[in-house]
């Protein structure tokens, strides 16, 4: 099993890359956003993902790896296709449509819109994803992108501000939004997760 390439980074196609490991070259599949951040040659770390499928017809298998910055990033990927309806490739293309944080955010808040709007998902596919992984990513140390780079003196309503606006939430519109719900409730604030569900309503 390959856990992670530390190595050289050779080539770099549309949809992977080429990393040298002690003279033997692994070509990686990566998403769109891992591509973004990497250099265009030179040392690279990435994360790996082995995936082993076999041609029911055929008998053969194919070997593939796909590589990610993070163990986090790759968490995320291996969730995904857990989900039955997600491929690997279909895995890649939503973490290449999105940032794992925004995937992250947008199963967590039930935000069918911004996974529909991924090519190759449908509603009822969208609806499926959240439904199996919401849980299981909000008990997880990744569900941090709800509150964005939170800290202990940080209130709830400026980790639900810093949450809406990584989401691509106008920062003006979002915090007259937040304030009108946060005025309902007077003294006392919903929970976090719940404050952000019912700030995206009133925006």
């Given at each position: 099993?390959?856990?992670?390439?530390?190595?050289?980074?050779?080539?770099?196609?549309?949809?992977?890359?080429?990393?040298?490991?002690?003279?033997?070259?692994?070509?990686?599949?990566?998403?769109?956003?891992?591509?973004?951040?990497?250099?265009?040659?030179?040392?690279?770390?990435?994360?790996?993902?082995?995936?082993?499928?076999?041609?029911?017809?055929?008998?053969?298998?194919?070997?593939?790896?796909?590589?990610?910055?993070?163990?986090?990033?790759?968490?995320?990927?291996?969730?995904?296709?857990?989900?039955?309806?997600v491929s690997a490739t279909l895995?890649?293309?939503?973490?290449?449509?999105?940032?794992?944080?925004?995937?992250?955010?947008?199963?967590?808040?039930?935000?069918?819109?911004?996974l529909k709007g991924i090519k190759g998902i449908g509603p009822k596919l969208a609806q499926r994803i959240i439904g199996e992984l919401q849980g299981k990513l909000t008990g997880s140390a990744s569900a941090h992108v709800i509150g964005g780079a939170m800290s202990t003196g940080n209130t709830v309503r400026a980790e639900a501000l810093s949450a809406l606006v990584s989401l691509g939430m106008d920062r003006v519109k979002a915090e007259r939004a937040l304030q009108g719900v946060l005025s309902e409730r007077g003294s006392e604030p919903p929970p976090l997760e719940e404050l952000i569900k019912l700030t995206l309503k009133n925006l």
């Amino acid at each position: 099993m390959i856990d992670s390439l530390n190595g050289e980074l050779l080539e770099i196609g549309a949809d992977y890359v080429v990393v040298e490991c002690h003279g033997v070259g692994y070509l990686v599949h990566v998403p769109a956003t891992v591509l973004a951040q990497l250099p265009t040659r030179g040392a690279c770390r990435l994360f790996i993902h082995y995936s082993v499928s076999v041609d029911v017809r055929s008998g053969q298998s194919e070997h593939r790896l796909f590589g990610f910055r993070s163990a986090d990033e790759r968490l995320l990927f291996r969730k995904l296709i857990e989900v039955q309806g997600v491929s690997a490739t279909l895995g890649v293309a939503i973490l290449s449509a999105r940032s794992a944080d925004d995937v992250r955010a947008a199963i967590i808040l039930g935000d069918e819109g911004a996974l529909k709007g991924i090519k190759g998902i449908g509603p009822k596919l969208a609806q499926r994803i959240i439904g199996e992984l919401q849980g299981k990513l909000t008990g997880s140390a990744s569900a941090h992108v709800i509150g964005g780079a939170m800290s202990t003196g940080n209130t709830v309503r400026a980790e639900a501000l810093s949450a809406l606006v990584s989401l691509g939430m106008d920062r003006v519109k979002a915090e007259r939004a937040l304030q009108g719900v946060l005025s309902e409730r007077g003294s006392e604030p919903p929970p976090l997760e719940e404050l952000i569900k019912l700030t995206l309503k009133n925006l």
